[in-house]
């Protein structure tokens, strides 16, 4: 459907009341993959080997080859779990997922279906207006990364119209934890920033607890958005059955969650009011028009053939090691943000600034690598954004807060004017001018995992 042909928001919201649903998948940063010894690429250190370099018999589904629980991911897997507010489950099964699709070398994946290893929690998540609204958790699971396929030709680099496709297994069998919301409702107008706020709360979490790098620009962190509509009940009438929803996969930003959630809830509106009916599907997201497009009809679980994974035994972590994950959780979210916000001096205005940009984390990072927080705030939601939104790109993916720190302290002691120091954020950016020496040091850093 052309974008002409969708209902005005406010409109639309008239006529049906959405429900919203979020399947986040987050890349865990081991050292080594989900049920073998292979390298993880998710993890910094090793993300720029070549293609088909970080495999093994198990990542490709060999006969006879075997696979082995990776701990230090259940460990990671639990942690999040206690972060999301869930109950870990006394004893979680794994079990296969069975489909097809060239990236899935074994035909099957390993994931976790009725028992999960946390499941029953909540997330709160503060909107632009300062309000809070709470997101409830149905579960959060294990499983594995499928492999990542590349289709040369054509004028979308999608499949269709494709010459050929290439296919690369380094990312098959890294450790993946899918989080999985219950319906949202009542977010009404809010719900597109229902969800980009959302998807910032998670980033922050998995950030905080160190067990992801959360970069969607890398696909570290990847969000398929549901959204459904039911007409509006009238006063004394119970709702209406939940509508028909279709699954935006794979968002890459959470400034695209906002707007694939807007515009899905203003297409399948229009759609609806001219008496037409919802397809149960899939839907890629297009960044360059802002629209949706038909992937495949979703599929139920029963179209999986989930049975038990006879492979692998149950995971029944100890209590005392669950108490003790449960100890070294890092501070909520909300009681960082208010931390923080009075560390810097900043006023409301100021913190809803750099927090409305998505640049918290950036802006934390840099000033403990020892820039002024107002030089910080000011380097990434001012030049630094502009340049991201120019590029249609993450500004992290631009430039690193150490370097940044270095380039702000250049400006203080007067050897770089506020000119001068834009033109070199600009060329780091751009890839024309290298970051200051140590900015490698940092990037290296920032990626402070444990061993596998």
């Not at 709360?201 to 696909?219: F, K, Q, Y």
């Not at 999986?304 to 909520?332: C, T, V």
Request: one cysteine or more; glycine letters at 6%; hydrophobic letters at 40%.
């Amino acid at each position: 459907m052309a974008k002409a042909d969708l209902m005005d928001f406010d409109k639309a919201l008239e006529l049906f009341e959405p429900v919203l649903g979020f399947e986040v998948h987050v890349e865990l940063s081991t050292k080594t993959k989900m049920f073998s010894d292979a390298p993880n690429p998710a993890n910094s250190e090793n993300v720029t080997a070549g293609p088909n370099t970080q495999i093994t018999p198990v990542d490709l589904g060999l006969p006879g080859s075997l696979p082995v629980v990776n701990r230090t991911a259940v460990e990671y897997s639990i942690s999040l779990g206690l972060a999301l507010g869930c109950s870990i489950a006394a004893s979680s099964r794994f079990a296969r997922k069975n489909y097809f699709y060239p990236d899935l070398a074994k035909d099957y994946q390993i994931s976790q279906y009725d028992e999960p290893i946390a499941f029953e929690g909540s997330v709160e998540v503060e909107l632009e207006d300062g309000t809070v609204f709470t997101v409830p958790i149905e579960r959060a699971h294990m499983e594995e990364d499928a492999g990542k396929l590349t289709h040369v030709g054509g004028a979308t680099g999608r499949i269709q119209g494709a010459e050929y496709s290439l296919v690369d297994y380094n990312r098959a069998g890294v450790p993946l934890v899918e989080i999985v919301t219950k319906p949202i409702f009542g977010a009404e107008h809010n719900a597109p920033a229902v969800g980009k706020a959302y998807v910032s709360t998670i980033r922050d979490i998995v950030r905080s607890l160190g067990i992801s790098e959360a970069r969607m620009e890398r696909g570290n962190l990847r969000c398929d958005a549901n959204v459904s509509l039911r007409p509006r009940a009238r006063a004394g009438e119970p709702p209406a059955p939940l509508g028909t929803r279709t699954e935006t996969k794979n968002v890459n930003s959470m400034r695209s969650v906002e707007r694939a959630v807007r515009y899905e809830i203003q297409r399948q509106a229009a759609i609806l009011a001219a008496g037409g009916s919802i397809t149960q599907e899939t839907r890629h997201w297009h960044e360059d028009t802002g629209t949706t497009s038909p992937g495949r009809p979703k599929s139920d679980a029963d179209d999986y053939r989930y049975f038990p994974e006879p492979d692998l035994l149950p995971i029944e972590p100890d209590p005392k090691l669950i108490e003790s994950l449960r100890a070294a959780l890092p501070e909520a979210p909300a009681v960082r943000r208010r931390r923080l916000r009075e560390s810097w001096g900043f006023t409301e205005l100021e913190f809803q600034d750099v927090q409305n940009s998505g640049l918290l984390v950036e802006v934390e990072e840099t000033v403990a690598a020892g820039a002024a927080p107002a030089q910080a705030r000011k380097w990434w939601t001012g030049e630094i954004a502009r340049l991201a939104n120019a590029q249609n790109a993450e500004p992290a993916a631009l430039i690193t807060p150490l370097a940044v720190s270095e380039i702000v302290a250049l400006v203080e002691s007067g050897e770089l004017t506020d000119r001068m120091a834009r033109q070199v954020v600009e060329g780091v950016a751009a890839g024309r001018a290298r970051p200051p020496r140590s900015s490698r040091r940092a990037a290296s850093r920032s990626s402070r995992m444990t061993a596998r």
